[in-house]
């Protein structure tokens, strides 16, 4: 199975700071780094370095030199990705000393793949092949339609959420792969299994994964309910530890895995990013995951 990734692929402008900034407050920031991230290129890199193939499509500006470098180091396949004038998508984050983050994305037209790309990036593309896509690119219902209706296996991570979420063709996913705020979004229930309950009736013919952080993930797939415990680690920055586990996910799929295994590599993979900073830089191979297995 072939994976094409509709994403995004931003500069992360990441600051330490003792706590996040509040509404008319100013704070200084302990440190700063500049890393290769959005939840698209974080994803990609998280299935190549699982031992997946994936083509990225996205846009990148005259900048993102370090963005294609990481993703051609991962050997990740970057034959869809546009070169565009002007500066690509950033990011600010603010890291705390607990490792949780707040995230501001700035797309700018470079999130704004048209027609023409969707239409050029689903060449060589058909059945029997998947495409994954995030909420950070416009243009994903469009993609989303097309790619159905090519005979894609549509992966859907509605992250971030927004209210446009309620006008995609979400009937043409096959898998969502979201958190509690994504799945209470897209269900109205905030309690896991509730949320579990409420998908499977709003979208019966889709399997999903909700993931719950330290709490673990479930998957519910062909009637079948999986439960797979978080592994504990300390948290340095979590930024990007969703994309890991989404990207293993995928990749385990596209590798045949049992889904018990895919569900344990993909938290242990996650498990390993949170104790690293920056998002992309953070995600580790599958030699690492695998000697940490038991
Ligand atoms: O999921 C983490 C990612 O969200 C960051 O890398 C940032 O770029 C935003 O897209």
Not at 144 to 169: H, T, W
Request: aromatic share 6%.
């Amino acid at each position: 199975m072939k994976i094409l990734n509709y994403g995004s692929m931003n500069i992360d402008n990441v600051y330490s700071v003792e706590h996040m900034a509040r509404p008319g407050e100013t704070i200084l920031a302990t440190g700063r780094g500049v890393f290769c991230g959005g939840k698209g290129l974080n994803q990609s890199i998280a299935i190549a370095k699982a031992g997946g193939q994936v083509c990225h499509a996205g846009i990148v500006g005259e900048d993102g030199g370090m963005l294609l470098d990481a993703l051609h180091a991962a050997k990740v396949d970057t034959a869809c990705v546009r070169k565009a004038a002007g500066p690509s998508s950033h990011t600010v984050i603010q890291v705390d000393a607990s490792g949780q983050n707040s995230i501001i994305v700035f797309g700018g037209e470079n999130m704004r793949p048209t027609e023409a790309d969707i239409d050029r990036m689903l060449e060589g593309f058909g059945p029997g092949d998947a495409v994954i896509m995030q909420n950070e690119l416009y243009n994903s219902p469009l993609m989303m339609r097309k790619a159905a209706q090519k005979g894609l296996c549509v992966i859907f991570n509605p992250s971030p959420v927004n209210e446009a979420l309620a006008d995609y063709p979400l009937e043409s996913v096959s898998w969502f792969l979201l958190n509690e705020i994504e799945g209470g979004a897209l269900t109205g229930q905030t309690d896991p299994q509730a949320i579990l309950a409420g998908m499977k009736e709003k979208y019966p013919n889709a399997s999903v994964v909700l993931t719950l952080g330290a709490d673990g993930a479930y998957c519910l797939h062909d009637g079948q309910l999986l439960y797979q415990p978080a592994f504990r680690v300390k948290a340095v920055d979590t930024t990007a530890a969703g994309d890991t586990f989404t990207g293993y996910f995928v990749s385990g799929l596209a590798q045949g895995m049992p889904l018990e295994r895919i569900m344990k590599r993909a938290a242990r993979a996650s498990s390993i990013a949170v104790g690293r900073m920056g998002a992309a830089d953070s995600i580790p191979l599958a030699e690492e995951v695998n000697a940490a297995e038991d």
